[in-house]
């Protein structure tokens, strides 16, 4: 089983930046993808970026492409979500993922990837 910490999280006027960070503890390794979903108030939770483990394929959500990067520490696992340019409509409760290799049910689909563990998650609000 993997344990998923999220910090990072805070309050910031658009425009401005934050970095994200998930701190996984467990055999992450045997998953197929690790990421960032967020869930904004009323709304569905929805994929953010996810890294494709081993490979090193990061894929994105439309709406964050060319401000947000996603990446991994090699030696500790740890992942970031780099966020530049926020924007009001990022603000959102943002969480760490993980997805096994295989589909399972409740797990929800980003790309290729089917998320079924999640962290406790992290506050980001922009204002305008």
């Known amino acids: 089983q993997v344990h998923l910490v999220e910090s990072g999280g805070g309050s910031v006027e658009a425009g401005g930046s934050l970095t994200l960070a998930c701190e996984p503890s467990?055999?992450?390794?045997?998953?197929?993808?690790i990421g960032w979903s967020r869930q904004a108030p009323g709304k569905e939770r929805e994929g953010v970026a996810h890294?494709?483990?081993?490979?090193?394929?990061?894929y994105y959500a439309d709406s964050v492409k060319d401000r947000f990067t996603i990446s991994q520490d090699s030696a500790n696992g740890t992942l970031y979500l780099q966020m530049n340019n926020l924007k009001p409509e990022d603000t959102a409760i943002y969480y760490c993922?993980?997805?096994?290799?295989?589909?399972?049910?409740?797990?929800?689909?980003?790309?290729?990837?089917?998320?079924?563990?999640w962290g406790q998650g992290t506050q980001v609000t922009v204002s305008s």
């Open positions: 993922a993980v997805a096994p290799p295989r589909a399972g049910a409740g797990g929800e689909w980003f790309g290729a990837c089917n998320f079924q563990h």
């Open positions: 890294i494709y483990i081993g490979a090193g394929i990061t």
């Open positions: 467990g055999d992450i390794y045997s998953n197929k993808c």
